[in-house]
């Protein structure tokens, strides 16, 4: 079992749609979560990160945490041909992440 | 540009040949992070630096590999006898100090390939 899990994709949504991403860890003790788009051919590049069960909200991204589950998603409103890209979850067992661990990541299309 | 800034940007060597890159982190970044990525991949955790201690170091560091931050500032990573295998994107990353949670901010990489 790989410890941080993502649907490869491609995941395809309408200009305009939600485009909801999904992630799942293995360790129980992890304690930090972040999503990273990475544009084709370029670095990662944090959008948020969360680390309370629940809801955060930035602009038109909103991450989502459910310890218990071991699950963490990020819901992107009102999706652009500008969101195309690919959504690398990444998560730590400590809050001082020296040691992060990515999932391969889920390749998102917005179609105009 | 005040963002993390990594050179070369490209190398391409052959194999057996030494190559080093060099990292340098957000001014007043304290804990500088160099992981790996090939294609299709997520980023791989290589080591950990906070200011010029070399905290961590993952099993995927190799012999062949050696990490330096000498001053608490600029890092570089070397790789010496270089294989195919060691063709990869070649990520640095920066924290802040004094965060609960301390989000890491990539460099634009460099990307190896050996022949």
């Known amino acids: 079992q790989k410890e941080v899990e993502q649907n490869s994709g491609p995941l395809s949504v309408p200009e305009g749609a939600i485009a909801s991403l999904n992630c799942t860890y293995s360790?129980?003790?992890?304690?930090?979560f972040f999503w990273y788009r990475q544009y084709s051919g370029k670095s990662p590049e944090l959008i948020m990160f969360i680390y309370s069960n629940g809801d955060k909200e930035d602009g038109r991204f909103t991450a989502q945490l459910n310890k218990a589950s071991q699950y963490v998603s990020l819901l992107i409103r009102d999706s652009q041909p500008s969101d195309s890209a690919t959504y690398l979850c990444a998560v730590n067992r400590l809050a001082n992440n020296n040691d992060m661990r990515f999932g391969a990541g889920t390749r998102l299309t917005v179609k105009p | 540009d005040t963002g993390v800034s990594q050179n070369p940007r490209h190398k391409i060597t052959k194999r057996g040949q030494n190559v080093t890159f060099r990292c340098d982190p957000i001014?007043?970044?304290?804990?500088l992070y160099w992981y790996r990525q090939t294609l299709g991949q997520g980023p791989e955790f290589l080591t950990y630096?906070?200011?010029?201690?070399?905290?961590?170091k993952s099993r995927l560091l190799s012999d062949r590999f050696s990490a330096e931050r000498p001053k608490g500032s600029f890092s570089t990573l070397e790789i010496q006898r270089t294989e195919q295998g060691d063709s990869a994107m070649y990520l640095c990353?920066?924290?802040?100090?004094?965060?609960?949670?301390?989000?890491?901010?990539f460099g634009p990489g460099t990307r190896l390939t050996v022949t």
């Open positions: 990353a920066s924290s802040p100090p004094g965060r609960e949670v301390y989000e890491q901010y």
């Open positions: 001014s007043e970044h304290n804990r």
């Open positions: 630096f906070q200011n010029e201690a070399q905290l961590e």
């Open positions: 360790d129980r003790g992890s304690q930090s």
